[in-house]
């Protein structure tokens, strides 16, 4: 069965860094486009970087770009997630996220999440 198991969030200071990771297991990883989501407080879940299967292209959401880089490593299946410059309002669960179409039928992955807390 798919899993997808976050780590890497916490607390940190505004303008600093924080590394998440998402280990992949239970499907053929190198295959799939992977993403991050992220939910705040009292808010909607928000799609927050998208990656291609090969890795060869990204997106991401406009709060983010130039601050987030997402990554992965087919080799060791798992999706990164790199954040600078931390703000405040970066403050949410981060999930990661994988989508299949088998038999003409959706099948949609989350993790357990992450909590990354940005506060002085």
């Known amino acids: 069965q798919v899993q997808l198991v976050e780590s890497g969030g916490g607390l940190v200071q505004p303008g600093g860094s924080l590394r998440l990771s998402c280990a992949a297991s239970g499907f053929t990883f190198s295959t799939y486009p992977m993403s991050w989501y992220r939910q705040p407080p009292g808010k909607e879940r928000e799609l927050v970087a998208f990656?291609?299967?090969?890795?060869?292209?990204?997106n991401y959401a406009d709060s983010v770009k130039g601050r987030f880089t997402i990554s992965r490593d087919n080799a060791k299946n798992t999706v990164y997630l790199q954040m600078n410059s931390l703000k405040p309002e970066d403050t949410a669960v981060y999930y990661c996220?994988?989508?299949?179409?088998?038999?003409?039928?959706?099948?949609?992955?989350w993790g357990q999440g992450t909590q990354v807390t940005v506060s002085s």
């Open positions: 990656i291609t299967s090969a890795g060869d292209s990204t």
């Open positions: 996220h994988v989508e299949q179409f088998i038999s003409f039928r959706r099948y949609v992955y």
